[in-house]
């Protein structure tokens, strides 16, 4: 069972359980008071209500003695299941309710979030790149991946999985190829992040995104492409609003790169000078290693052929697609060097991930 129908499991409760039953569902569910609530469900599993401890208490004051279907809250807090921003979430917190399910179209609880972990729930699949040798690590990545290496307490990768987790992101594709059976084996299947992970093994290098084209399917329109040996604040939920309100095709984001000459320079044409400028700076936007692309258009993508982010990109461009652009103007790492990981071991005490 993965982690995801155990929070499930252990926050529901058929209809027709007795009192005794509520009880010891409550006293069972780990953790904070805030986590104590239980979902009512009827034999066809549809969610019917909430029951707190204060329900039972109420209960047990007006000597009532029915099942839970009697006692449940029917006016109970729930989402549906679709693209959910911070802002909604907020709500509730300011409310002081924390755990909510989230219901599918047909009635039955999708999942059951935890607000103070989850700040976003983002329709999106996601599809790290994670096969890289990291040669420019090297001794560090002799026997270990560059993913896996720590900054902090953790792997890289755990870091951005973890990310993903706290905004909803449930589906995660991870591309392997050097040393690969070093991320299954940390991560399996997914269940201990409560979240699903499939992995797409390289036989041969196939570029930044070849490999997505060994992705049977996609659960969700659009998908997340990252490096994984990237560190970084981004507001993931802000990125994905930005590219979907401007009718994106891919989004790619990018850092400023700013770049000062130590002279004046001097500005005119066919050898008259028009002016002087002093010591310039000029400012340059680069790739951050960072994508939202529509899936309908991974097919465009050769099928087990090298094939860059970068190629998507001009092909789009070519079609007379929309390609976005979106500036991070937060924390971003890229650990691609000895003291690119030494600054990560450093930054990671004073950035919030």
Known sequence: MDNQKRIIR???INSEDSLAQILQKLEAIEGAAYKKIVFVVDEENN?????TDGDVRRALMQNKSGSAGDIMNKSFIFLKDVHIGNDEFNEY??????????ISEDGKI???????????????DAFILAGGKGIRLRPLTENLPKPMLKVGDKPILEHNIDRLKKYGVKN???SLNYLGDRITEFFGNGESKSLQINYVNEDKPLGTIGSMSLVDSFENDYVLVMNSDLLTDLDLEDFVNDAIKKGSDMQMATIPYSYSVPYAIVEGENGIISGLSEKPTYTYFANAGIYLVKTSLIELIAKNE?????????????QERKVTSYPIRSYWLDIGRMEDFKKAQEDINHIHL
């Open 10 to 12: 252990d926050h529901t």
């Open 47 to 51: 969610c019917m209500g909430s029951i």
């Open 93 to 102: 917190i300011e409310e002081g309710i924390y755990i909510i399910p989230l």
């Open 110 to 124: 999708a999942d059951i979030i935890d607000l103070k972990v989850t700040r976003s729930n983002l329709k999106i």
């Open 172 to 174: 995660v594709h991870i």
């Open 306 to 318: 090298k094939f860059d982010a970068t190629d998507l990109v001009e092909l789009l461009i070519s």
